[in-house]
Nanobody, 115 residues
Framework: VQLQASGGGLVQAGGSLRLSCAAS????????LAWYRQTPGKQRDMVAE???????NYAASVEGRFTISRDNAKNMIYLQMNSLKPEDTAVYYC??????????WGQGTLVTVSS
C-alpha cells in the first residue's frame, strides 16, 4: 500500500485546513491509521490516530481542534485542523499499520501557520 498525503499549505492563525491521505489499496483492514508531524531537528510525533473499532486518540496539543477520520470506501484518511496556531507548523505525514504490524508512511505535506 502506498500513501499520498495532500492538503497542506499556508494559513493564518485561527484558520482551518483539511489534510487528505489517499491509499493505493484497501485501508479497511488496517489496524491503526494516523497522522504525525515533524519540525526540523525534532522527532516525528503522533498527532492523531484512529484504531480498529473507531476509537481515536489525539496529542494533548491538538485535542479539541483536530479531527481524524477515515473513509474505507474511498481508501482515504483525513485530518481536519481547526483553530490553527503557529506552533502547528510542521510537515505532516500519514501512517497506516496493517496486519503483522507492517507500517506504511506517506510522504509529508507542509503546513505553515502564520501569526
Amino acid at each position: 500500500v502506498q500513501l499520498q498525503a495532500s492538503g497542506g499549505g499556508l494559513v493564518q492563525a485561527g484558520g482551518s485546513l483539511r489534510l487528505s491521505c489517499a491509499a493505493s489499496g484497501s485501508i479497511a483492514g488496517m489496524k491503526i491509521l494516523a497522522w504525525y508531524r515533524q519540525t526540523p531537528g525534532k522527532q516525528r510525533d503522533m498527532v492523531a490516530e484512529i484504531i480498529t473499532g473507531g476509537n481515536t486518540n489525539y496529542a494533548a496539543s491538538v485535542e479539541g481542534r483536530f479531527t481524524i477520520s477515515r473513509d474505507n470506501a474511498k481508501n482515504m484518511i483525513y485530518l481536519q485542523m481547526n483553530s490553527l496556531k503557529p506552533e502547528d507548523t510542521a510537515v505532516y505525514y500519514c501512517k497506516a499499520i496493517g496486519i503483522g504490524i507492517r507500517t506504511y508512511w506517506g510522504q509529508g505535506t507542509l503546513v505553515t501557520v502564520s501569526s
